[in-house]
């Protein structure tokens, strides 16, 4: 079997985490270098980018790019987890808010947003996970961080049910934005499905079934590190042996005589004579080569 570098975009079933995604790809893929690039709530589904070989380098790129989610919630009552899972713990009777209340309540959360971390989250204070927390009944305070929602769309309101697409910055716990929906309204609020539909550069469309993907077919699928950078500038350095040589060896050359345009982007992929070879980071001493990817 050839080496395989690469991203594979899957479809994450219910019921699954994240890493016992990365676990069955193992097995199937027989390799161990191998990684995912942001965790899904077992209950979530959607899209999961999963890093293969070389590609394992580009996580943390892959992660801080846009998320889009497709959600259901219901008004009414809020649970322990913020989500249908979790136990009921308010419930309202009053008479649910208008259409026009709602509309506005979930509009308001577009822009940048003060967003209190779940209890029962990965999240780690003091070395402690905050689920391995809340299981034990233990509620701590955590502070606010700053998250942004850059759109919400395709909203439908069905009675006390609700859905909508999201597209937000990492870090942002939908069913969150669920329950301080409830809150706004007062009338209290919780997750009743989630689906990631984007996790930039990669859409739901592009996402294969878990058991559809086996050695055998994985070539179809895979997609190679620099299409999957495909957001990013390109930089063509022309290079003679010398300077060549240097880039393979990691020495920090100046590669900024090679940009083309005026304004300064923070990463761009760069090719050695028409080869890509990694990614660059531009400072203000210049640009110098960050990730090599290539041989």
Sequence with gaps: MLELNGVIVINKPQNMTSHDVVAILRRKLKTKKIGHTGTLDPMATGVLPICIGKATKIVDFLMDRKKGYACEMVLGSSTDTQDQWGTVIEHSDQPLPSKHEILNAIQSFIGEIDQIPPMYSALKVGGEKLVDLARQGIVIEREPRKRTIYSIDSIVIDGAIIRFEVICAKGTYIRTLCHDIG???????????????LSEPFDIQQAIELEALNADNVHEYIIDIEKALSWLPSVFVSAQAKLEMQINNGVKVDLSEFMREKSRQSLYKIYVNNHFRGIGEWSPTGLYMKKILTD
């Design 183 to 197: 809150s706004v309204l007062g009338c209290y609020g919780h997750m009743t499905q989630l689906n990631r539909i």
